[in-house]
């Protein structure tokens, strides 16, 4: 490289710089997760109630693993003390959050979900649903949420990795954690390595009451 070269690299490099600081980054449409470890939590006998289950494949095909039978599991007598605090935290996600008006919300439906090792979970959504979430019960791959928003028609090499260039966000499954999140969000499973069971508990939340507005009017009562 000659005196000229490396002068005029340099003063691009200047110039960038100073640009960078000149400009503003605006975050468009940020999607929230709500993640937080439920204060009372029982591991032991959360895991032996989920080896109790009967399990069967996934009817969509969106798990190498399996699924449970019941798709009530929070209406279990087993999870009364969980569902009270899933939905304690599933009201402020909402409503603080997301900034939503509703009476209430109710879980629909939930199930337990099972990878041995080699399983994953391939991407996928919730549907018939205003939010979801999943607790794990206990240690295991991550999940994934995907972000398929990203320019792919032209895909330069990444120089370093930024928050506007990553398209996975893994969240390591650690027993207690809850993450809930809107229902619209892609999400999988990592391949599982461990010899262990990984056991999480999915569910989906519906609001309850009267939503909307005079063209787009919804009531949706209570189950309960």
């Known amino acids: 490289m000659d005196v000229h070269t490396g002068h005029h690299q340099s003063t691009w490099i200047y110039l960038i710089k100073m640009k960078m600081n000149e400009l503003g980054i605006m975050d468009l449409h ?8 439920l204060p009372s939590f029982d591991k032991e006998s959360l895991v032996a ?5 009967e399990y069967r494949d996934s009817m969509r095909g969106e798990y ?3 699924i449970s039978v019941d798709y009530q599991i ?4 087993d999870f009364v003390n969980v569902k009270k605090q899933i939905l304690a935290y599933a009201l402020a996600f909402g409503r603080d959050v997301l900034g939503h008006l509703f009476d209430d919300l109710h879980i629909s439906c939930s199930w337990m ?9 391939q991407s996928h959504s919730h ?4 939010m979801a979430g999943v607790l794990y019960l206990t240690e295991g791959s991550p999940i994934i949420f995907s972000d398929f928003n990203l320019p792919s028609y032209i895909e330069p090499e990444i120089a370093k990795k930024t928050e506007y260039n990553r398209n996975g966000y893994p969240i390591k499954a650690t027993p207690g954690k809850l993450i809930l999140f809107p229902s619209s969000l892609v999400h999988g499973v990592e391949t599982s390595s461990d010899s262990h069971s990984r056991y999480s508990l999915a569910f989906n939340i519906v609001p309850v009451g009267e939503m909307g507005y005079p063209t787009s009017f919804l009531r949706l009562p209570s189950p309960e």
């Not at 929070?74 to 007598?77: E, K």
């Not at 979900?113 to 979970?121: F, I, M, R, V």
């Open 30 to 37: 940020p999607r929230p997760l709500g993640i937080t470890k």
């Open 49 to 53: 109630f989920a080896d109790t289950l």
């Open 64 to 66: 190498d693993g399996w």
């Open 74 to 77: 929070l209406n279990g007598s």
């Open 113 to 121: 979900t099972k990878l041995d090792k080699g399983q994953s979970a």
């Open 127 to 130: 549907t018939n649903c205003y």
